[in-house]
């Protein structure tokens, strides 16, 4: 039988990913490079394959490391879920927490509904609003834990998370091929449309608009209607639309970054539910 991964080396290994050198995460674990970097051996020695890609600038995530890394998160939070629950010493309080829109159509809710079953004492205001919305929101202190694109935010996320986007349209849309590609525009600055916009600008792809949208809800009635071809999470395609990638010329569809923020000096309650949610999007 094969022995259980120890948590220290979970540990270690969580720390230099989010750090990006073994230096800074042996700070934080308050231990020497030396002794940090023998765990990473031990640990990779152990599961029979290289986690990390070492460079003069840092380290970064092998696929394996990418598939462990979600695995390690998820059981250092049980064991601190463990410790406390044993302890007696459950979450309670009430956390203000912003989304982008985009985020209620993917797993979230039931990540959400997983962190009250285990923390039922808990209150979660949920506030769904733009980026930088979210981010004047955070900064005068209307939010708590918020996930939205970094690039609306001055402060640096606790943590990144990147998902596939998807080009999609209505089932009954019927495209000329001798004509511009129609598109469903976000009204006002989308750091998702901009690189829409270059990834097609890249492909010699001309484009018209079809359709505008002010809202998340509007961008999926306009998909809808086959007023034209738009960029969604693949969680997120109605079933009546489809994902029409590599149909009309289409260059690959271009990537959503998130960042998990938090509110400065978090309480125990914000910063358990920020982890929470990193871990649960990570699977």
Same mark, same amino acid.
């Given at each position: 039988?094969? %022995?259980?991964? =120890? ?68 059981? !250092?939070?049980?064991?601190? +879920?463990?410790?406390?629950? !044993? ?14 829109? +985009? ?5 979230? %809710? ?12 808990? /209150? ?24 939205? =694109? ?16 998807? $080009? ?11 004509? /511009?590609?129609?598109?469903?525009? *976000? +009204?006002?600055?989308?750091? $998702? ?13 001309? $484009? ?7 809202? *998340? ?33 289409? %260059? ?11 509110? +400065? ?17 990570? *699977?």
């Amino acid at each position: 039988m094969e %022995p259980d991964l =120890d948590i220290r080396l979970l540990r270690a290994f969580v720390t230099v990913s989010e750090t990006g050198t073994v230096s800074r995460a042996a700070d934080r674990l308050a231990r020497t490079q030396a002794a940090v970097s023998m765990q990473l051996q031990r640990l990779e020695a152990e599961v029979g394959a290289q986690l990390l890609r070492r460079s003069p600038r840092g380290v970064s995530l092998t696929e394996a490391g990418e598939i462990l890394l979600a695995y390690a998160r998820k059981t !250092i939070a049980l064991g601190e +879920d463990a410790r406390r629950q !044993i302890a007696g010493r459950k979450l309670v309080g009430r956390v203000r927490l912003g989304i982008v829109e +985009d985020l209620a159509i993917t797993r979230l %809710p039931s990540i959400i509904a997983d962190f009250r079953r285990r923390n039922p004492l808990v /209150e979660i205001d949920l506030t769904s609003a733009s980026s930088a919305e979210l981010s004047r929101a955070l900064l005068d202190g209307r939010c708590d834990v918020v996930m939205a =694109d970094p690039a609306r935010f001055a402060k640096a996320p606790k943590a990144h998370l990147s998902r596939q986007l998807v $080009w999609c349209a209505s089932r009954m849309l019927e495209l000329d091929p001798q004509s /511009e590609l129609p598109l469903i525009m *976000f +009204d006002g600055s989308c750091s $998702w449309q901009d690189r829409m916009l270059a990834s097609l600008a890249g492909a010699g792809i001309g $484009w018209r608009i079809g359709g505008r949208a002010s809202t *998340f809800a509007a961008l999926i009635a306009a998909l809808r209607a086959g007023l034209g071809v738009g960029l969604l999470l693949g969680e997120g395609v109605p079933a009546d639309c489809e994902n029409v990638q590599g149909s009309y010329g289409l %260059p690959s569809a271009p990537t959503a970054d998130f960042g998990v923020f938090l509110a +400065d000096n978090p309480s125990l309650l914000v910063a358990e539910l920020a982890t929470f949610l990193e871990a649960g999007f990570e *699977f």
